[in-house]
């Protein structure tokens, strides 16, 4: 599976992005599909899992999304903090034959400034 990720980018606080991850495949059930965001000194962490599953620091201010005819998912955010500042990656994991497959898409860069 190769996950492209997009829509990064520097917005000032108060603002919103939505960031877009285009799968070569369909990702659906019981296989997971979501959001994960690494900042400077950190820790990567889960932001968002399909269907609704959300880090406590984004609950009501991030959406995530799908669109199966396009394969995409989506994260919309709003209402963005100086500490959403990160590289954003999607993720999938595929269970194939009994083994599980991690991917990740290459980084996008979100910089929210104060």
């Known amino acids: 599976v190769q996950l492209q990720a997009s829509g990064g980018g520097l917005v000032q606080a108060g603002g919103s992005l939505r960031l877009s991850c285009a799968a070569s495949?369909?990702?659906?059930?019981?296989?997971?599909f979501g959001w994960y965001r690494q900042a400077p000194g950190k820790q990567r962490e889960s932001v968002a899992i399909?269907?609704?599953d959300y880090a406590d620091s984004v609950k009501g201010r991030f959406t995530i999304s799908r669109d199966n005819a396009k394969n995409t998912l989506y994260l919309q955010m709003t209402s963005l903090k100086s500490k959403d500042t990160a590289v954003y990656y999607c993720?999938?994991?595929?269970?194939?034959?009994?083994?599980?497959?991690?991917?990740w898409g290459r980084g996008t860069q979100v910089t929210v400034s104060s």
């Open positions: 993720n999938a994991r595929v269970s194939s034959s009994g083994v599980l497959y991690t991917y």
């Open positions: 495949r369909r990702i659906s059930s019981p296989d997971t």
């Open positions: 399909m269907p609704s």
